[in-house]
């Protein structure tokens, strides 16, 4: 599956617009890494561990859009983007989202 963040994609033509597709989790951190996370912002630094937790949901959530797109016959997915939000203080939402499509290479 292609995923592009442009609009189009250059020697293809868009043959059909399927519509919308996200993939989309929620997490949410333990006390422990809370802990660690405010004691490490006392001295600054990167928070490694919340930092691997968030690419591994980003990784979550592009295999969700991509499902959701091949399952509606897209070749490609457009105008990707990443959402992110905090929820109840502790909670944080991971969003993937973009526009399924057909593509044909252009002769």
């Given amino acids: 599956m292609l995923i592009s963040t442009m609009n189009d994609i250059p020697g293809h033509e868009i043959t059909e617009v399927i519509g919308e597709v996200f993939g989309l989790t929620v997490?949410?951190?333990n006390v422990g890494s809370?802990?660690?996370a405010g004691l490490k912002s006392l001295v600054?630094?990167?928070l490694k561990g919340m930092t691997k937790n968030l690419a591994a949901s980003?990784?979550?959530v592009i295999q969700r859009m991509v499902?959701?797109?091949?399952?509606k016959g897209a070749d490609a997915v457009l105008a990707?983007?990443?959402d992110t939000s905090e929820m109840g203080g502790n909670w944080t939402e991971i969003c993937a989202y973009g526009t399924a499509v057909k593509i044909a290479r252009r002769a």
Avoid: C, K, V
């Fill in 67 to 71: 499902e959701e797109a091949a399952a």
């Fill in 44 to 46: 600054g630094g990167e």
């Fill in 34 to 36: 809370q802990i660690g």
């Fill in 80 to 82: 990707f983007r990443f």
């Fill in 27 to 29: 997490r949410s951190r």
């Fill in 58 to 60: 980003r990784e979550e």
